[in-house]
């Protein structure tokens, strides 16, 4: 079921130069880490060449850079015979725990994991892993697992040092990019999948980075775990079969600016709009694909969540290497990655999400050999007390961070690819989504983006939507019109249900009269979160 115009004519106008033109450049600058070598080979079927000439000072200074497991100030201590304390390199320990004796079963790995990571040894549980392998895998196909693929996992890891020097973090408030190639990615997740990388262990509220190693992964005790585990384990033996020649961009974008929405004068029939109850976002082909983030990038997807980020996550394993650089986002930010492709095909949500299978994504690329798969992961705010929702400075904390999320300079010739999102906010993070539509719907219209929305399901929110989006366009509404009636909602709110009734009931009134009440603005979002 569908309303609003048809995804052909949504994309009447575009050039397919248009639709493959929509991630930055790639070229080395102090914005943009390019961790390969420019140009690339014209033949597509060369892997990028890494770029080491980075220089050493960047290892050392940890506010700015990764640490990677293979740093040298990354040590422990051994006793020696003579009972005296000695300095050893941990990269030296990990390649002794993984190449040196080879690992049979889970029990190995996982000895061999806790043996570079012996502060943790007590606190991590790997039942998780155990289960996939004593339940889902044959004696023969451990054996072969444990034979042919966990040594190329290990060779792939400890090609690191051969494949980066060094990363920046991606932190807050800066407009910056890093790009890598999929090899080079590749191998950071064979790390992460090892839990090699050092200072990345302790409890996420004590960082603000996402956590990176997979041991709280191993450990959870959901029984989609075990899928998600399926997903990245397909992931790998993908990689070490053919490594796929690709690139990705991870980019962090953050606006100092927004349009003061109150008196906008855009308007809602500038754009065109989709709705959809059964497609999903990951299906939508050549549009900017939301991802209903967490501001710790990928959520729990290393734990036990499994929503809409999460699965996107397990089956685009590409996207977790964003976990290791990015610093979780301020209101005024978002996360945009390009050409991760998918790897899974999956069925079900949440407790019913299951692995169905290899995928193979035929997705083209653009002329930096990244698919043109674009992602832009956006965090709603998480309302303990959904009311607080139609406060004006969290509905306009909602229209920035979308507004952030569909970007678009105005003075790039390029038209904008079509969004496709959906009820952002309105799951795990109980915003309405009677509501979150008409922000996303404000936020294209000031990026002269189109619009398709999959209400995943919900036919009732489908029709009532289109009815609103309908109504905004025949009245010739402007953004500042509607703004007026959201935040004077919340005078008469009975309950949410009733938004678009007072839209419909009050739009010409509110418009006609006196302006709307200024708001109180002072409250924290902490205090609305507590
Ligand atoms: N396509 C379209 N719509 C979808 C899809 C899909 N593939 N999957 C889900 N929906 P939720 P939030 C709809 O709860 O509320 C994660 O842990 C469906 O109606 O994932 O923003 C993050 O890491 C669903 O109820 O997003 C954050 O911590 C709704 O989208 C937190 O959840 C919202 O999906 C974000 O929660």
Redesign the pocket.
Known sequence: MCEGLSIEEIFEGYSTFQRCNQAPEIKHSKEHTVLFELPLSEDVDVLPIPRLNESEENESNFEEYVKLPFDKSSIYYEIDQNGEKIQKSRWDLIKDSLKNRKIENSKELEEAIKSYNTKFAKEWNFSALHKFFDEELLEEQQEQFFDELMPKIIDLALQLPDLIRSIPFLRQKRNQCISMSKKQAASILANAFLCTFPNRNVARKSTDYPEINFSRLFGSKSAHVVQKIKCIFNYFRRVILKMPTGVLTFQRRYIKDFPQWSTSDLKFSSIKWHSDSK?????AAGMLQVD?????L????LGH????????FAVCPELIVGMLFFESMKPDETILITGAEIFNKHSG?SNTFKWEGNYIDNTPCDKFRRKQIYIVAM??V?FHKPKMQFEEFLLRRETNKAYCGFYHDPNDIEKPIPV????????????A?NLKCLLQFIACVSNNRNLVY?????EALMKSMAEMFSFLQQKDASISQLWKCLVTFKNDMKCFEDLYKYIYDNFDIINNNSPPETINECQSFNEIQS
Not at 298 to 301: D, Y
Not at 420 to 431: D, E, I, P
């Open positions: 497609g999903t976002i990951e299906n209903f983030a967490n501001r710790y990928g959520g729990g997807v969540g499994c929503v809409q980020e999460e699965i996107r949500y965090d709603a998480s496709a999102t959906g009820n952002w906010g309105c799951g795990a993070f109980r915003g989504k999959f209400t995943f399901g919900d």
